[in-house]
């Protein structure tokens, strides 16, 4: 739809729901950027520019220290990446904010700050992904890397031709050491516990939207997308 600006988004799921196959197919139809403050932490080992600003040689010391980095430091991080140009359009936020506090500092950051072509930013909108517990655990403990190409296998959905081998490189698969069910129950109850409060606060705001994540790929994002249409006011789909 033409005029159509998606400005901040919130893809909300339990791990494995599939956020970053959707956030990868919203970039590339939107040409808008991926927040990963995943992303955000590793450059500040590995970017000297951002290793050496104040907040990144503060976050890079606690992570040397093993500690976790608190909220205001990330706070701190994601505003700096937000006044990067390529954010001018909008953004998709992947684990952030992940608890409420971080919730709200977003909204009162947006409000008060310009975005990156110095127009008053939009608020965020928030879609969350939804799969059942049992379709989440098959696909956490049966996947399966490939250490050589880095194909991804699952063992009840995409079996590889011989088990347990890459059909590409004939490499022995691996399994990931936290893909096991006694993680991946550790971090739902942690999700589940971080982020019924963000998901309540945007849902308090209007500004929330759940829909089914066991459909095949394409309509989960053709629904994301006529979600978020719907959330800015364009109507029920958008291109």
Not at 10 to 24: E, I, M
Not at 134 to 140: A, T
Not at 182 to 195: D, G, K, P, S, V
Request: net charge negative; aromatic share 6%.
């Amino acid at each position: 739809m033409t005029g159509f600006i998606p400005g901040p988004v919130l893809l909300l799921g339990a791990p494995g729901v599939g956020k970053g196959t959707q956030a990868k197919a919203l970039m590339a139809a939107w040409g808008i950027p991926q927040i990963s403050t995943g992303d955000i932490l590793r450059a500040v080992r590995n970017d000297p520019a951002m290793a050496s600003t104040e907040v990144g040689q503060i976050a890079r010391g606690l992570m040397d220290q093993g500690h976790l980095v608190p909220d205001d430091v990330v706070n701190e991080l994601v505003a700096a990446r937000l006044t990067h140009p390529d954010t001018a359009r909008g953004f998709i936020l992947d684990g952030f904010p992940r608890t409420l506090g971080q919730a709200e500092w977003l909204d009162h950051h947006l409000v008060v700050t310009p975005g990156a072509d110095g127009r008053k930013q939009l608020p965020v909108v928030a879609v969350s992904v939804n799969v059942g517990y049992n379709q989440l655990l098959r696909r956490i403990t049966g996947r399966r890397n490939c250490p050589v190409c880095k194909s991804i296998y699952n063992v009840y959905t995409n079996p590889p031709k011989t088990e347990g081998v890459c059909d590409r490189e004939g490499a022995i698969l691996e399994q990931r050491a936290d893909d096991t069910e006694a993680i991946f129950q550790e971090r739902m109850r942690t999700y589940e516990a971080l982020t019924a409060p963000v998901v309540d606060h945007y849902r308090a705001l209007g500004r929330f939207e759940e829909m089914d994540g066991e459909l095949a790929v394409e309509d989960v994002t053709a629904r994301i997308m006529a979600a978020l249409a719907r959330l800015r006011g364009f109507g029920n789909e958008v291109k």
